[in-house]
């Protein structure tokens, strides 16, 4: 057992990747590969606005708001998200999430670790 301190984990900047736009997105990794076979837990942050593309994961992915508001969308429908609400994506489906316009949101991010991301380029 261990304990992970987030102030310990500096922040990758994935704002020039080429699935997100409008605005700064970083992550921490808190818990994957070495540690465990199981999941991949991360600290995501979109800054005002900005958001990712159209994407598919091969696993499940469950987000967890931890601050602002956010959306989480399908082709279907885009639903709000602020802190404490929970999304569960399906593996396969189509989807995007980020920060609203004029709005930070973070979320952690729970997928496999072997999952992986199809960026949808027809959106």
Known sequence: MHVVNKNQIEPE???????????????????????????????????????????THTSDQILFATHGVGIVANRQEEIQMQEGDTAFIPAGEIHWHGAADGSDFFHISLTRPDSQTEMIKDN
């Open 13 to 55: 900047d994935a704002s020039n990747a080429p699935l997100f736009y409008g605005g700064k997105v970083t992550r921490q990794p808190l818990v994957g590969n070495p540690d465990t076979e199981q999941y991949s837990f991360a600290w995501v942050k979109f800054y005002n606005g900005a958001k990712n593309h159209f994407h």
